[in-house]
C-alpha cells in the first residue's frame, strides 16, 4: 500500500504506538471477560495483536510469548486464502500456522465500512482483496486462545503418550468460520464435533469473534480520526523498533556461541533428547541454528519451528532494552533454522502439543546459555525451565493449570519465587474459582521452601499444588527439570528439581494415567538457578522465604 510517507514526528509516533497497542490490548479484555472457561477468564491463557497488510506484527498486547512470537505464521496461513473484509478465520493446525492443537487461533481482516471517513482516509482507488471495488484490507487482528480440550485420546487434548498429531485432537486449517460477517454454523459445527464440553467451547469462540470484532471498530476509529497518518505509522514503527534493537545487538561482541542441553524424555521413553545450538553474532544480525539437536521422536514432545522462532525472539528481547516496542521490526535482524525433520522442526504428523510448553522453555534456555558470554549483564541463571503442565479430565469436563516455580536469579537481583518464567504468561487459578468449576478440592498450595539454589543472589523458591480429584477421571502430567535441574551461573548453586506424585507414588514427568474419586495429585515444581558465589553475608545465606499457604 502506498501511503502517506511523511515522517511522523516523535511525539506523533508515540501517541500512535500507544493507541494501536491499546487496541490489542482492549481485543485481550474483550476475550477475557466474553470467555467462559476458567482457563481464559482466570489464567488469561490468551494472546491479541494487530498486524498489517502484508502480515507483520504492528502491535501487541503482553500476553503469553510462545503464542506471540508465532502468530505472524497464522496470518501468513491465511493470506495464503485470499481473505474478505467481513471474513473471521479460525485454524489450529501445527503445520498449517499453529502451534499445538489446543491453542486455537482466529484471524480477521480489519477493513473499514465503505460509508466510514477511514474508507476515504485510505484512498479512493482501494480494492478489495480480489480486485473488487470495496474496502481495502488495512490489516489483520489476531487471537489465540488455549481451549481446555479439543479432541483426541485424552480429556484436555494432552496426552503424555501421543504418538502423532491424530491422537492430540481436532486438527483445523485454515477455514472460514465467519463469511461476510455472518457465522458460518456448519463450519462452527464441524469445529465443535469431536470436542469435550461443546458449548463452553463454542463460547470461548464467541469471545474471540468479539475480540476481533472491537479491533476492526477501534481501528476504524483511530483511522477515523487521523487518516492516512495512522497507516504511515504502521511502517514508522516497526522501523523505530528494528533500528533499536540493531543498536542493541551491535553492542554485543562478534562471535560463535554454544550451548547444549536436553529435554527428559517424549513420554514415550525416558531418554535423553539433546538440544544443540549455535548463535552467530554479527554486528546487528544474530543466526540461530540448531543443527546437532535430535531427529524428531515419536513422543508429542516435537516442536514447529515457528515455535522455536518464538523462543529464540523471547531471548532476544530479554537481552535487549525491554522499553522497544515489540513488533516485527525487533525480529528482523533475526534468523533462526533447524534441520528438517528434527525435534525442532517435524515432519508431519509428528505429535507436537508438548514441544509448544516444554520444549519451547529448553530451547529457550539453551539460547540464554549460549549468550551468557556475549551479555552477561543480561543473561539470569535457569528458571524452573517447565510449565508443569497438570490435566485432569472425564468426558464432561476438563480442567488445565500451568504451575508457576522458580525464576533465575539475575545479575542484580535475586530470583522471584512461584512464578510463571520463560514462555508462559499466565495467572493461577483461583482456588474459589477451580473448586467452583470443577469437581476438585485444592489439598496444598505453597512454595517449596528453600528450592532456589543459593548463590550471591538466590534462585527463586517452586511451589507444591495438590489437588483432589473428586470422581472417576483422567489425569495427564507434562513436565520438565525433574531429573536435570535449573543451572545456576556464575558460581551459583542449581535450583532443586521438581517432582510428580500422584497419590504419595512418585511418577514420571511425562504420564498420562486413569484415577478414581478421591486421587491426590501433587506438582512439586523446580526452583530457579542462583547467580554468583554465595558470599558471606547472612542475609544472602539466611532460608528462602517462608512458605505461603494459599489455602
Do not use: W
Amino acid at each position: 500500500m502506498n501511503h502517506d510517507d511523511r515522517d511522523l514526528n516523535p511525539v506523533e509516533l508515540e501517541i500512535l504506538r500507544n493507541q494501536l497497542e491499546s487496541v490489542a490490548e482492549e481485543m485481550g479484555q474483550t476475550l477475557i471477560r466474553g470467555a467462559y472457561s476458567p482457563n481464559i477468564t482466570e489464567r488469561r491463557d490468551c494472546s491479541t495483536a494487530i498486524f498489517d497488510a502484508d502480515g507483520r506484527l504492528v502491535a501487541q498486547a503482553e500476553h503469553i510469548p510462545v503464542h506471540l512470537g508465532a502468530m505472524s505464521e497464522a496470518v501468513d496461513a491465511v493470506l495464503d486464502r485470499d481473505p474478505d473484509p467481513g471474513d473471521v478465520f479460525v485454524l489450529n493446525d501445527p503445520y498449517e500456522g499453529g502451534t499445538h492443537l489446543p491453542d486455537v487461533t482466529l484471524v480477521s481482516p480489519i477493513a473499514p465500512g465503505p460509508d466510514s471517513a477511514a474508507a476515504d482516509a485510505a484512498g479512493p482507488d482501494a480494492d478489495d482483496s480480489d480486485g473488487g471495488d470495496g474496502p481495502e484490507i488495512l490489516g489483520y487482528a489476531v487471537s489465540r486462545a488455549h481451549h481446555a480440550d479439543v479432541g483426541g485420546m485424552a480429556p484436555g487434548s494432552m496426552p503424555a503418550g501421543a504418538r502423532d498429531i491424530h491422537q492430540e485432537g481436532l486438527r483445523i486449517p485454515p477455514v472460514r468460520l465467519v463469511a461476510g460477517g455472518e457465522i458460518d454454523d456448519e463450519i462452527e459445527s464441524l469445529v465443535l464435533a469431536n470436542v469435550r464440553n461443546p458449548e463452553e467451547r463454542r463460547a470461548d469462540l464467541r469471545a474471540q469473534i468479539a475480540a476481533t470484532d472491537r479491533a476492526e471498530e477501534r481501528v476504524a476509529d483511530l483511522l477515523d480520526a487521523h487518516g492516512d497518518r495512522l497507516l504511515a505509522a504502521f511502517d514508522a514503527v516497526i522501523d523505530y523498533s528494528r533500528e533499536r534493537v540493531e543498536r542493541e545487538l551491535r553492542e554485543l561482541p562478534d562471535g560463535t556461541y554454544r550451548a547444549a542441553d536436553a529435554l527428559e524424555g517424549d513420554g514415550v521413553t525416558d531418554e535423553d533428547i539433546p538440544i544443540e545450538v549455535t548463535v552467530i553474532v554479527d554486528g546487528a544480525a544474530v543466526d540461530v541454528d540448531f543443527a546437532g539437536t535430535a531427529d524428531q521422536v515419536p513422543g508429542n514432545v516435537n516442536a514447529p519451528l515457528t515455535v522455536a522462532k518464538s523462543a529464540v525472539y523471547f531471548v532476544i528481547r530479554c537481552i535487549t532494552d525491554p522499553d522497544i516496542p515489540p513488533n516485527q521490526g525487533c525480529y528482523d535482524p533475526v534468523t533462526v533454522s533447524a534441520p528438517e525433520g528434527s525435534l525442532l522442526n517435524p515432519d508431519p504428523p509428528a505429535a507436537v502439543v508438548g514441544g509448544n510448553v516444554e520444549t519451547s522453555q529448553r530451547v529457550t534456555d539453551v539460547v540464554f546459555a549460549a549468550l551468557a558470554e556475549a551479555a552477561p549483564d543480561r543473561v539470569p541463571a535457569g528458571g524452573q525451565g517447565t510449565m508443569n503442565n497438570l490435566v485432569v479430565g472425564d468426558a464432561d469436563f476438563a480442567y488445565y493449570e500451568t504451575v508457576g516455580g522458580g525464576a533465575g536469579a539475575n545479575p542484580g537481583s535475586d530470583g522471584l519465587s512461584g512464578v510463571q518464567v520463560g514462555m508462559t504468561n499466565t495467572l493461577n487459578t483461583p482456588i474459589e474459582a477451580l473448586e467452583a468449576a470443577y469437581p476438585l478440592r485444592v489439598e496444598r498450595y505453597a512454595l517449596r521452601d528453600g528450592s532456589g539454589g543459593e548463590g550471591r543472589y538466590r534462585g527463586g523458591d517452586g511451589l507444591v499444588r495438590s489437588v483432589r480429584v473428586e470422581r472417576d477421571a483422567t489425569v495427564s502430567l507434562l513436565t520438565e527439570r525433574r531429573r536435570h535441574a535449573p543451572r545456576g551461573i556464575a558460581g551459583g548453586a542449581d535450583g532443586r528439581t521438581g517432582v510428580n506424585r500422584i497419590d504419595g507414588e512418585r511418577v514420571p514427568s511425562k504420564v498420562t494415567r486413569e484415577v478414581e474419586a478421591g486421587t491426590t495429585v501433587t506438582v512439586e515444581t523446580p526452583g530457579g538457578g542462583g547467580h554468583g558465589r554465595p558470599t558471606d553475608d547472612p542475609e544472602r545465606s539466611a532460608g528462602a522465604d517462608d512458605a505461603l499457604d494459599s489455602t
